[in-house]
């Protein structure tokens, strides 16, 4: 996979950096967008930035391409499944804590209507 899905030496590298640090920026901002009541497509932008901030650490840490489309979309898809999660776990919570006369938790990301 090395090549393909990262261009470092090592896979704990892209690990460490896309899945790690990046994931947990991207559940945050996926948090936070749900909490202030933002639409999706608000999300998927700032995502889009997150990425270029995840390609810049790989630049200055371990001298990774910084402009190379390639890497970039796979750090972003990775991103963006992580920020939309988040998203949708925090807007689950929402829904049914504060309208618990409404709707009922299905799953953690999930809500229906209570019959």
Partial sequence: MQGILYEEASIWQFFFVTCLLGGWAAWMTGRACAQTWRPPMALFFYVLGLGLGIRFIHHALFEGTMFS???????????????????????????????????????PLSWKSKS
């Fill in 69 to 107: 489309l390639q890497y970039y979309v796979v750090d972003t898809v990775v991103l963006m499944i992580l920020a939309f999660v988040g998203y949708q776990y925090t807007r689950t919570n929402q829904m049914v804590t504060q309208y618990n006369w409404l709707y009922e938790k299905v799953s």
